[in-house]
């Protein structure tokens, strides 16, 4: 029997000068997604990020200017989140409503903890391991620097990272930000990472790489095969879980990217995973009203 491929489209980096395009791209095929916002975008497309709630998108937190957390410091960090806060606060007043739902991503899913977003910090196990795929190289000269007197060091920075971590979370918590309950995603790491009050992702769709090095259509065919793939490079997903979109048999929380470089492919992806019968699942039902902040 044929499983349906079930996603949870959550788009980053809005909004871009096309936003408003794909808002109404999207509105038209009747598709709901979260857009996470940069605060520091959201002053020129006032207009177009209210009409979007009055489609009823959900503006979602990115932080203030796309920076690593891990990289600054943790008063930077509490600005980059209170800042956008108020920034889409006043969208939402401005469209009537003070009741609404507070998603929040991190920037390159980067929880401030030194691990960067990735499982290929020195101080996850994985890593220990030398199992984190791309992390590799990269591990061998942690694991020298170890040998050479570095543990104290680096187990130091994991507890401080552990303390940075918690206190971002209490931040997000105390602005009201919840984890969304979606439905029908059955990996493991998911229900690893499914804790805190911030949202990652499952599936990358990977289209931010494109550059003009590339011809478009063989762009779009690497795009295209790595939603198809069913035996995948490592590098996918999350946290370089492999798995090719359309392979297994798991609902996904899908990530794409609103800029302006690659807007051609945002339309053409959406309507590949249509014809591909990807059905498109509303990241907010799971989220009642007495969730809401
Ligand atoms: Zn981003």
């Not at 095929?29 to 009055?54: M, W, Y």
């Not at 401005?94 to 980067?110: A, E, M, Q, T, W």
């Not at 490592?234 to 990217?257: A, K, M, Q, R, W």
Request: charged share 25%.
């Amino acid at each position: 029997m044929a499983f349906k491929k079930g996603i949870y489209l959550t788009i980053d980096d809005s909004p871009s000068d096309d936003f408003a395009e794909k808002v109404r791209f999207l509105h038209r095929k009747q598709i709901p997604a979260v857009f996470f916002c940069r605060g520091d975008l959201i002053k020129n497309h006032l207009t177009d990020l209210s009409e979007a709630v009055e489609y009823g998108y959900c503006i979602g937190n990115h932080a203030y200017d796309h920076q690593r957390f891990s990289l600054l410091p943790l008063t930077s960090c509490i600005e980059q989140i209170k800042k956008t806060d108020d920034l889409i606060g006043e969208i939402y007043r401005n469209c009537g409503i003070s009741v609404y739902h507070k998603l929040f991503r991190f920037p390159y899913g980067d929880k401030g903890d030194f691990k960067f977003g990735f499982d290929l910090s020195p101080f996850s196990n994985a890593f220990i391991k030398g199992q984190a795929g791309p992390g590799k190289k990269l591990c061998q000269i942690f694991q020298l620097l170890s040998k050479a007197g570095f543990e104290h060091y680096l187990s130091g920075k994991n507890r401080h990272g552990m303390i940075r971590k918690e206190q971002i979370q209490t931040c997000l918590r105390d602005l009201g930000y919840v984890r969304p309950e979606v439905y029908g995603i059955t990996y493991s790491f998911y229900q690893q990472m499914n804790v805190g009050y911030d949202w990652n992702w499952t599936f990358d769709v990977r289209e931010w790489r494109y550059n003009n090095d590339w011809n478009r259509h063989n762009f779009l065919r690497y795009v295209c095969d790595r939603i198809d793939a069913d035996d995948p490079v490592t590098d996918f997903g999350c946290i370089s879980e492999p798995h090719g979109l359309n392979y297994l048999f798991s609902n996904d929380l899908v990530l794409l990217h609103d800029h302006t470089s690659t807007s051609w492919l945002f339309y053409r992806i959406i309507e590949y995973m249509e014809q591909k019968g990807i059905t498109f699942l509303d990241p907010l039902t799971g989220l009642k009203k007495d969730n809401l902040a």
